[in-house]
T-cell receptor, first 116, second 114 residues
Framework: EAGVVQSPRYKIIEKKQPVAFWCNPI?????LYWYLQNLGQGPELLIR????????DSQLPKDRFSAERLKGVDSTLKIQPAELGDSAVYLC??????????????FGPGTRLTVL | AQSVAQPEDQVNVAEGNPLTVKCTYS??????LFWYVQYPNRGLQFLLK??????LVKGSYGFEAEFNKSQTSFHLKKPSALVSDSALYFC????????????FGQGTTLQVKP
């Protein structure tokens, strides 16, 4: 079974440029998460989707960050414009239906963003 | 505030010795607890979780963790460490009533020396 797929794996951009990250969850997983991981820290949730609905986006900086999961499968996270402080690893995770709060989240390899 | 603490930035053990990676949490109620491992340039891999029942949980690669409610701890253990266990380990908690958000600790680097 294929795991969570993310692309690109690495991205280097100049500040004020836009950037987008793509995630394809494990087949059949209806819940999708985007996390931000700064160097030396644990991941922090940005947004959670149940199918195509964003059910928790309270930690998403909405002035510059946006996300979509139009058909309830793959998802895109966008930053526009990027700032120096956005340099981090962006992780996508998914979990299967039916387990509620006990569900295990499966993580992709992440996209390492460097903003110059 | 809800939080997870991993008091050690790094743990060093010799191969073949037992290892412990510590985790404590501050969450009201009965949370769900998780351990993940992260290898360089790879995503987090699930190791084990505590939901309910037996306080000793067994997971992947010979790891286990002991839930202690009175001490609000969930320490990760392994009887005999391998060099290949060297990685970054994260403890995480999901507060009760919250169906999605995982709160992670800051991570502990485990270094196993031959």
């Amino acid at each position: 079974e294929a795991g969570v797929v993310q692309s690109p794996r690495y991205k280097i951009i100049e500040k004020k440029q836009p950037v987008a990250f793509w995630c394809n969850p494990i087949s059949g997983h209806n819940t999708l998460y985007w996390y931000l991981q700064n160097l030396g820290q644990g991941p922090e949730l940005l947004i959670r989707y149940e199918n195509e609905e964003a059910v928790d986006d309270s930690q998403l900086p909405k002035d510059r960050f946006s996300a979509e999961r139009l058909k309830g499968v793959d998802s895109t996270l966008k930053i526009q414009p990027a700032e120096l402080g956005d340099s981090a690893v962006y992780l996508c995770a998914s979990s299967p239906p039916g387990q509620g709060s006990a569900d295990t989240q499966y993580f992709g390899p992440g996209t390492r963003l460097t903003v110059l | 505030a809800q939080s997870v603490a991993q008091p050690e930035d790094q743990v060093n053990v010799a191969e073949g010795n037992p290892l412990t990676v510590k985790c404590t949490y501050s969450v009201s109620g009965n949370p769900y607890l998780f351990w993940y491992v992260q290898y360089p340039n790879r995503g987090l891999q699930f190791l084990l979780k505590y939901i309910t029942g037996d306080n000793l949980v067994k997971g992947s690669y010979g790891f286990e963790a002991e839930f202690n409610k009175s001490q609000t701890s969930f320490h990760l253990k392994k009887p005999s460490a391998l060099v290949s266990d060297s990685a970054l380990y994260f403890c995480a908690v999901r507060p009760p009533g919250n169906t999605g958000k995982l709160i992670f600790g800051q991570g502990t680097t485990l270094q196993v020396k031959p």
